[in-house]
């Protein structure tokens, strides 16, 4: 039983931080940092504030994926192309 909730948990680990927005993990790439330091200190900082940093989480977001769609939108792929 113990077993099997390991590899959940290994499992649920992959999926959150392979298919989430990957802001930490951006934040890592460009400051040189894990990514699982800056996890733990963004966990840290939404505790003694109270949730607000969830709102720059949000706003860092939503900013990669209007970027990504722009770069895309200019360099479109061959299947994409009309």
């Not at 951006?26 to 963004?42: E, H």
């Amino acid at each position: 039983m113990c077993v099997f909730g390991l590899v959940i948990m290994d499992k649920l680990k992959y999926l959150l931080e392979s298919n989430l927005f990957g802001v930490c993990t951006r934040i890592g790439q460009k400051l040189n940092f894990s990514a699982s330091t800056i996890r733990k200190y963004f966990i840290y900082a939404s505790f003694f504030t109270l949730g607000s940093p969830v709102i720059v989480y949000l706003i860092l977001a939503f900013w990669m994926e209007v970027r990504k769609t722009i770069r895309n939108s200019n360099h479109p792929s061959v299947w994409e192309l009309e």
